[in-house]
Nanobody, 115 residues
């Protein structure tokens, strides 16, 4: 079993920055993909960014150049540095870990960007 615990998030003005963290514990495979997804009210959950255990990254076009995903494999922790935040970034952000055929989700953390 795997548990994901999010931290970070909150309220920030447009143009500001926030950092999210997600720590995984339990049976973690050496190869996995960790990532961040978000869901705004009335919208479907969407990809924000992913990173493999080897360090390969993928970003949604809407966050490229503003958000940076990184990870510490020794701590099984993934980070999302969010800069130049916009009101449209307001959403609940979820951490996800995928390994083999298994997918795990964190509890979600609210990010609110005021204009």
């Amino acid at each position: 079993q795997v548990q994901l615990v999010n931290s970070g998030g909150g309220l920030v003005q447009a143009g500001g920055s926030l950092r999210l963290s997600c720590a995984a514990s339990g049976s973690i495979f050496s190869f996995n993909v960790m990532g961040w997804y978000r869901q705004a009210p009335g919208k479907q959950r969407e990809l924000v960014a992913t990173i493999t255990s080897g360090g390969s990254t993928n970003y949604a076009d809407s966050v490229k150049g503003r958000f940076t995903i990184s990870r510490d494999n020794a701590k099984n922790t993934v980070y999302l540095q969010m800069n130049s935040l916009k009101p449209e970034d307001t959403a609940v952000y979820y951490c996800r870990l995928q390994q083999s055929q298994y997918t795990y989700w964190g509890q979600g953390t609210q990010v609110t960007v005021s204009s």
